[in-house]
């Protein structure tokens, strides 16, 4: 199908999907977290679904891309205007621990949503893609940083000092049509000798390859979904496969899938391509439904 008639099909999708379906009701998820029970000596995580996972990384506790309400869109006084979700957030944002930073990868809606974001308080640092820090201007952070790719930025908590490196990925970041200047970021998150990717969202690149002169990476978290037809800017299952494969990562933590409908493939179709495609190592999955929790094995 020429570009231009798949992006007018989309167009009519989302009309559908903003108006004759917004009383379709949300499947709840798989099942819920519970923080309140991990150990802050292990290194523990949960997909609360699209882009947002809850780390505690000994000790230390992060929160990536939340997005936790029922829509993402543009706010207006009331209602949100954009997509809807298919599955429900694993935990809203009563049931979160208190968290030490955010992470946010790029501006988009799915990923960058003002309307959770400004549930936390000061007390939350954020660490952000380079020209997004203005977007932040009515929630109540104190402390946000911007990073570009290669810079790292070390924050200090009560359970010890954490570092950050913002890492380039194959994206785009702007919010509207015409502010094209804002940065997009995966990120190493390095902590006594452990790390985690998180990469945002990512088309197929080179660049993780690089990842391994930090030394091993115990888990990376991978946009699987939303390639048919945006192959140009995310990845399919096989290369988010082949991307933390390169950076040396013992586990997956798939995520982008199953909470949006964000493109055509079919809703069940990124995790089941994930699982053929590490058939052979089924183990280095860590999690597959929306509120699983995940331990690194000691």
Same mark, same amino acid.
């Given at each position: 199908m020429p570009r231009g008639s798949r992006v007018r099909r989309w167009l009519g999708h989302l009309f559908r999907e903003w108006t004759f379906e917004s009383w379709r009701p949300i499947a709840p998820a798989f099942t819920k977290p519970e923080p309140s029970?991990?150990? *802050?000596t292990q290194l523990t995580l949960a997909w609360l679904g699209h882009s947002t996972v809850l780390i505690n990384f000994f000790g230390v506790t992060i929160l990536t891309d939340p997005v936790l309400f029922s829509r993402v869109g543009i706010r207006l006084p009331g209602i949100t +205007?954009?997509?809807? !979700?298919?599955?429900?957030?694993a935990l809203q944002v009563r049931d979160l621990p208190h968290i030490d930073l955010i992470l946010l990868s790029h501006a988009h809606f799915d990923h960058f949503d @003002? !309307?959770?974001l400004r549930c936390f308080d000061h007390t939350t640092r954020v660490i952000t893609a380079r020209a997004t820090r203005d977007l932040l201007k009515k929630t109540r952070f104190t402390n946000i940083t911007e990073l570009d790719w290669g810079e790292t930025k070390r924050l200090a908590a009560d359970a010890g000092d954490i570092e950050i490196t913002a890492l380039a990925v194959k994206h785009w970041g702007a919010r509207t049509q015409h502010d094209t200047h804002r940065g997009y970021n995966g &990120? @190493? +998150?390095d902590r006594e000798g452990r790390r985690i990717i998180f990469a945002g969202d990512t088309a197929m690149t080179e660049k993780f390859a690089a990842l391994r002169r930090h030394g091993p990476v115990d888990v990376a978290i991978m946009p699987i979904s939303? &390639? *048919?037809p945006w192959i140009q800017s995310h990845s399919t299952p096989e290369q988010a496969v082949q991307m933390a494969n390169a950076a040396g990562a013992h586990f997956i933590v798939p995520v982008h899938h199953q909470t949006f409908r964000l493109s055509f493939e079919p809703f069940r179709e990124p995790i089941e391509r994930l699982?053929?495609?590490l058939s052979k190592t089924p183990e280095q999955i860590a999690l597959r439904e929306i509120g699983e929790t995940f331990v690194l094995p000691s």
């Open positions: 029970k991990w150990s *802050n +205007i954009g997509p809807k !979700r298919l599955t429900a957030a @003002l !309307r959770t &990120y @190493l +998150i939303a &390639y *048919n699982e053929a495609a």
